[in-house]
T-cell receptor
Framework: GAVVSQHPSRVICKSGTSVKIECRSLDFQATTMFWYRQFPKQSLMLMATSNEGSKATYEQGVEKDKFLINHASLTLSTLTVTSAHPEDSSFYIC????????????????FGDGTRLSIL | AQSVAQPEDQVNVAEGNPLTVKCTYS??????LFWYVQYPNRGLQFLLK??????LVKGSYGFEAEFNKSQTSFHLKKPSALVSDSALYFCAVRDYTGTASKLTFGTGTRLQVTL
């Protein structure tokens, strides 16, 4: 089945550090990937839609200069949390749907295992 | 705007008993509905989806869900629960627009299966 790999699984770093999270689709191509943030005991909040070869689309209230997204190829999207602070500590999850003749709508999204970011 | 409601924060079931996790949705067009499961510190795993056709959809690990258009519901069910089913379950809806479109998730329901 479709596999999405997310790396690293856990990051602990000092305030002010920039952190890069990678999301790879291992056995399919994905024109579009999604980045979510999940707070403890809460649902997933869509942060942005990552589009291969073009700018990401950010959800309202998400700082694009804080959360930099790059989708350089059909199998890789990266999220960089710039100058991270303790309030950025969270569980970040990416997802992707296979690109193909079918529309996106009836394809399930496949999720990475998430990255737990802890800023001291 | 599309939305999903999962009215129960937690569902407790004894192993071997049937389980139901409730989900209702609201969309402007035809709904594409999904159930996902999340284990601790992991991403979401796809369980099943409803696109069109039979209202009863069968998915992974013995789970099934029933689409009810009149009640705008898509409840997740399993005839006999296992302790290993204990996890966080999310219902999601996608409104068909013909282009890449976003999933909207419910708030999640924690399923606790006990011996």
């Amino acid at each position: 089945g479709a596999v999405v790999s997310q790396h690293p699984s856990r990051v602990i770093c000092k305030s002010g550090t920039s952190v890069k999270i990678e999301c790879r689709s291992l056995d399919f191509q994905a024109t579009t990937m999604f980045w979510y943030r999940q707070f403890p005991k809460q649902s997933l909040m869509l942060m942005a839609t990552s589009n291969e070869g073009s700018k990401a689309t950010y959800e309202q209230g998400v700082e694009k200069d804080k959360f930099l997204i790059n989708h350089a190829s059909l199998t890789l999207s990266t999220l960089t949390v710039t100058s991270a602070h303790p309030e950025d500590s969270s569980f970040y999850i990416c997802s992707a749907s296979p690109t193909g003749p079918q529309t996106f709508s009836n394809q399930p999204q496949h999720f990475g295992d998430g990255t737990r970011l802890s800023i001291l | 705007a599309q939305s999903v409601a999962q009215p129960e924060d937690q569902v407790n079931v004894a192993e071997g008993n049937p389980l139901t996790v409730k989900c209702t949705y609201s969309v402007s067009g035809n709904p594409y509905l999904f159930w996902y499961v999340q284990y601790p510190n992991r991403g979401l795993q796809f369980l099943l989806k409803y696109i069109t056709g039979d209202n009863l959809v069968k998915g992974s690990y013995g789970f099934e869900a029933e689409f009810n258009k009149s009640q705008t519901s898509f409840h997740l069910k399993k005839p006999s629960a296992l302790v290993s089913d204990s996890a966080l379950y999310f219902c999601a809806v996608r409104d068909y627009t013909g282009t890449a479109s976003k999933l909207t998730f419910g708030t999640g329901t924690r399923l606790q299966v006990t011996l």
